[in-house]
């Protein structure tokens, strides 16, 4: 009897809606996603001056937190509060060894590196922090949470990644979300922003394809830590941010190019090395939680 009891407290209860979630997982996942924040941010495309100020600044915000928020209700719905608290455990592992928390430094080496090598070779303006480094401490903080590293991260490669996972391999996985998260952005690169024109686009979907595969790689290699991945979703964007864009859409082009190349090659080089069924050297890669587990 008690067995039954927590069986029935755990699993959701079997309503078409939870059953709808059950059987399309992914297609409602994206539906949602690409629905609920292109409503947003298509406005900035259309009306561009009238949408620019606070609007300009709550759409970015609030689009960049659906992913998850989309993952983490669609969990609740389908399988239940133990799949969520399953799913919501992943931030915290933190335990991974420390030699993947270096890898948190590459992104930010590729970025300065690209800007030195430009520098050197074209000329142009050197690398440098484009705010005090205490005003810089908060902005990363910010730009984790309630920014659009865990705002993402935990919808991308906490809920979409596995389930493509457990029918593909993880290299073809990691180029499909890729391939969607890149996407996903487009109207960002269509306002008419002087510093995101959309010469730039191609570049930036070359990285996210790159990246993605980096991503399964980390994921996959700690067991599932969202942790990892959202740190390492800020280290890419937190140098962006704070030292390349601020230079000047004419001159971070050219390092943004060379950085889409180099993140390219990396992604190769994790490829050749870890192998594209699982991009990890442990044996099993982390699946989704299923409705079996859930009860």
Known sequence: MSTSTATKQSSPERTGLSQL???????????????????????????RDAASGPY?????????????????????VGLGKTATRKLLGRLLI?????????VLLAPIALVIGSITLVAVTRGGPTAALAMPLLNAIFFVAFMTFPGSAAGEEIGWRGYALPRLQSRRT???????????????????????????????????????????????????????SLLLVILFHTATNAPLTLVLLPLGIDNWTL???LMAGFTAAAALVVVAVFGPTRLSRLSKQTEPTTSAEAV
Do not use: C, E, M
């Not at 933190?94 to 270096?102: A, F, S």
């Open 21 to 47: 979630v059950r059987r399309h997982p992914l297609a409602i996942f994206l539906v949602l996603t690409y629905g609920l924040t292109w409503a947003l941010w298509i406005p900035l495309v259309i009306l």
């Open 56 to 76: 300009n600044t709550i759409a970015i915000l609030l689009g960049s937190n659906i992913p998850s928020a989309v993952a983490i209700v669609l969990t609740a």
């Open 94 to 102: 933190w335990r991974v060894g420390w030699r993947w928390y270096l």
């Open 170 to 224: 993880a290299l073809t996985a990691s180029l499909v979300v890729g391939s969607l998260h890149g996407l996903w952005h487009l109207p960002l690169w269509l306002r008419g922003d002087a510093d995101h024109r959309l010469s730039v686009y191609p570049a930036f979907l070359i990285q996210a394809l790159a990246l993605a595969v980096i991503y399964t790689w980390l994921y996959n290699s700690s067991k599932g």
């Open 255 to 257: 390092p943004f190019w």
